[in-house]
Nanobody
Framework: HVQLVESGGGSVQAGGSLRLSCAAS????????MGWFRQAPGKEREGVAG???????PYADSVKGRFTISKDNAKHTLDLQMSSLTPEDTAVYYC???????????????WGQGTQVTVS
C-alpha cells in the first residue's frame, strides 16, 4: 500500500504555468507505474500523463507539448510541469499508481486526495 500526497495546485491566468508534486511512500516506489489524472467539473476522470517502468511517458493528446511528467525514485516524488495553461485545464488533479502501466482509468490502483488547479 502506498500513500500519495499532492501539492502545488492553485489559481493561474491563462498562458501561465504550474508545477504539481506528489510525495509517495512505499518500499517499491521505483517499480511503480504512476501518473496524473484529472477531473473537471461535470466530466469524468481522465488520464493526463503517465510514466512507465521503462521510462516512457504517455500523454493525453490535449496536453502534449504543454505538460511534462517526471519521477524521482530517490526522492519518491512524481511531478507534473504544466505550461501554456488554458481554462480547459481547470480540474482537480490526482496523483495515481497504475497497474498495468498506461493511462487507462481501469488501471488505477491508488489515488491521491487531489489538488485543485484553476485557470482563468
Amino acid at each position: 500500500h502506498v500513500q500519495l500526497v499532492e501539492s502545488g495546485g492553485g489559481s493561474v491566468q491563462a498562458g501561465g504555468s504550474l508545477r504539481l508534486s506528489c510525495a509517495a511512500s512505499g518500499y517499491f516506489f521505483s517499480s511503480y507505474c504512476m501518473g496524473w489524472f484529472r477531473q473537471a467539473p461535470g466530466k469524468e476522470r481522465e488520464g493526463v500523463a503517465g510514466i512507465n517502468r521503462d521510462g516512457s511517458t504517455p500523454y493525453a493528446d490535449s496536453v502534449k507539448g504543454r505538460f511534462t511528467i517526471s519521477k524521482d525514485n530517490a526522492k519518491h516524488t512524481l511531478d507534473l510541469q504544466m505550461s501554456s495553461l488554458t481554462p480547459e485545464d481547470t480540474a482537480v488533479y490526482y496523483c495515481v499508481v497504475l497497474n498495468p502501466c498506461g493511462l487507462s482509468l481501469a488501471s488505477v490502483t491508488q489515488w491521491g486526495q487531489g489538488t485543485q488547479v484553476t485557470v482563468s
